[in-house]
């Protein structure tokens, strides 16, 4: 939304100014002067002072009060801390509940029962705040992001960077996720208005999701990623143009197994140069202890000496 730019001169002046002009026209100034004086308009004046409205009426109409929008604020700061953070429909709504709790709910949309844009925007303003669009959390992930949890995991990474003396050229962080070979999202186009239906042409209609297993360390230094697709059979021409030493696997589910994981490990070892003299770091989440318990079995006979925690 573009910044509000005013249509008109009216209430230029501010409460301020008028409590100047009462000042000085009960020092028996004249009602001209101080108008002239202050840049007030001599009818605008003389009406004020008749209908004494300026006392609470000038300037900006407040809604709530610093401490009311303060405490919403803090509400909707204290919300999104535990990942339930309010949209935009439901923040009118709450502030205009908490409006007419107080009373003061006289001045917003009495129909829709809610603020509107320009409130909500300028509140945002008032207390750096912003809408993002939140990522998707499992009650799982949420729970296991904690203190305690925070402070077991650096405290064993530190112990073990300690102990093994490994530099951050040595500290790899490996992840996976899954990209769609059809866009979820497509970018606006111009089109003639009136028109019902609007199309982008795409290779089919529905993606085929790969899983990528990218891997870095903490100097920048990548690992070429794996390539997981859903299929039978390789085919080479499905890994044409992909990033250069990338790493082609294939499942019945397009998703990582044991199976695969020990293959990834071994590329890694191989990129690496892994060495008991020159050791690596691995981190991983938790989503891969399941694998690790089977594959460390078998690193461990080839002399990799993989171990893990979680």
């Given amino acids: ?174 992840d996976e996720t899954g990209i769609s070979t059809v866009p979820n999202r497509t970018p606006m186009v111009i089109t003639p208005k009136g028109k019902k239906t609007v199309c982008k042409i795409s290779s089919t209609e529905r993606g085929q999701t790969v899983t990528v297993v990218c891997c870095m360390s903490a100097t920048g230094v990548f690992v070429p990623p794996a390539l997981i697709l859903s299929r039978k059979r390789m085919n080479p021409l499905l890994y044409k143009d992909a990033p250069n030493g990338s790493f082609p696997l294939i499942s019945d589910t397009g998703y990582m197994n044991s199976h695969l994981f020990i293959d990834r490990l071994r590329h890694f070892v191989k990129h690496t140069k892994r060495s008991a003299e020159d050791p690596v770091l691995l981190i991983a989440d938790k989503s891969h202890i399941p694998l690790l318990t089977t594959c460390s079995l078998v690193l461990s006979r080839e002399s990799y000496n993989v171990s893990y925690s979680d």
């Avoid at 230029?12 to 020092?27: G, I, N, P, Q, V």
């Avoid at 610093?66 to 999104?80: G, S, V, Y």
Wanted: net charge positive; proline share 1%; with cysteine.
């Fill in 1 to 174: 939304m573009a910044p509000y730019k005013r249509k008109s001169d009216r209430m230029t002046f501010t409460s301020r100014m008028m409590e100047e002009a009462k000042r000085r026209l009960e020092a028996r100034e004249s009602k001209r002067k101080v108008a002239n004086d202050l840049g007030i308009n001599e009818c605008t004046l003389k009406k004020n002072l008749r209908l004494a409205w300026f006392r609470l009426h000038v300037g900006d109409l407040i809604v709530l009060t610093d401490e009311m929008e303060r405490e919403l604020a803090q509400h909707c700061k204290d919300l999104n801390s535990m990942f339930y953070g309010l949209t935009r429909k439901h923040m009118v709504k709450v502030a205009f509940e908490y409006a007419d709790v107080n009373g003061v709910a006289g001045i917003f949309n009495n129909v829709r029962k809610s603020d509107g844009k320009d409130w909500l925007k300028s509140f945002c303003n008032r207390h750096n705040l912003s809408v993002r669009n939140p990522e998707k959390c499992s009650v799982a992930r949420a729970m296991g992001f904690n203190e305690v949890q925070v402070t077991r995991f650096y405290n064993n990474l530190k112990s073990c960077c300690l102990e093994k003396k490994l530099s951050a050229l040595r500290k790899f962080n490996m």
